[in-house]
């Protein structure tokens, strides 16, 4: 089945941590993204990649960190200079190209500090 | 500067009622306007999207109608039931990339 998959499900991190949000997709879509949703607010954009090798930081990126080595993989590394990273946290990814698609999400990860 | 405007935060429908839901833009370059439907602890799924040369796109009980002039456009369930029950998201994109802004969600409780 393809889909993306997002791992760990759910994620606690001591103060001063990084911790590093698992993103796999086997859609063969050359877009992806992260999104950060906290309670009674939208989805803000954290990072979107539109090619291997390329990001660019979105409307919140401060503290965040990721890599697009491969196609299918889009990790995010939450750094300690992230100082309220209590979150749940969701990648998605859509084809790229001259006409706007759909995008799929993943099942997310919740990540609380401890 | 919040680019989607989304209301009300919450809403409380009786089973068989009408749901509606309504975002508001500024950007007049926004092209693509889909609808994202949440459930607790998981990923949004998309429900209905709809593109601004159309005024209004069905699917089944679900329909967006999409005011150009206004920018403005919204979500309605008909004949809502219970296992609607659930976040629901607007949001709005430009060009070819999926770059999406969202609303800030709606809370959707039909009653039994």
């Known amino acids: 089945d393809g889909g993306i998959t997002q791992s760990p499900k759910y994620l606690f991190r001591k103060e001063g941590q990084n911790v590093t949000l698992s993103c796999e997709q086997n859609?063969?879509?050359?877009?992806m993204y992260w999104y950060r949703q906290d309670p009674g607010q939208g989805l803000r954009l954290i990072y979107y990649s539109q090619i291997v090798n390329d990001f660019q930081k979105g409307d919140i990126a401060e503290g965040y960190s990721v890599s697009r080595e491969k196609k299918e993989s889009f990790p995010l590394t939450v750094t300690s200079a992230q100082k309220n990273p209590t979150a749940f946290y969701l990648c998605?990814?859509?084809?790229?190209?001259?006409?706007?698609?759909?995008?799929?999400f993943g099942q997310g990860t919740r990540l609380t500090v401890v | 500067q919040q680019q989607v405007k989304q209301s009300p935060q919450s809403l409380i429908v009786q089973k068989g009622g009408i749901s509606i839901i309504n975002c508001a833009y500024e950007?007049?370059?926004?092209?693509?306007f889909p609808w994202y439907q949440q459930f607790p602890g998981k990923g949004p799924a998309l429900l209905i999207a709809i593109r601004p040369d159309v005024s209004e796109k069905k699917e089944g009980r679900f329909t967006i109608s999409f005011n150009k002039s206004a920018k403005q456009f919204s979500l309605h369930i008909m004949d809502s039931q219970p296992g609607d029950s659930a976040t629901y998201f607007c949001?709005?994109?430009?060009?070819?990339?999926?770059?999406?802004?969202f609303g800030s969600g709606t809370k959707l409780n039909v009653k039994p």
């Open positions: 859609l063969n879509h050359d877009a």
């Open positions: 949001a709005a994109s430009k060009g070819g990339f999926n770059k999406f802004y």
């Open positions: 998605a990814s859509s084809m790229a190209g001259t006409v706007n698609t759909e995008a799929f």
């Open positions: 950007n007049t370059a926004f092209d693509y």
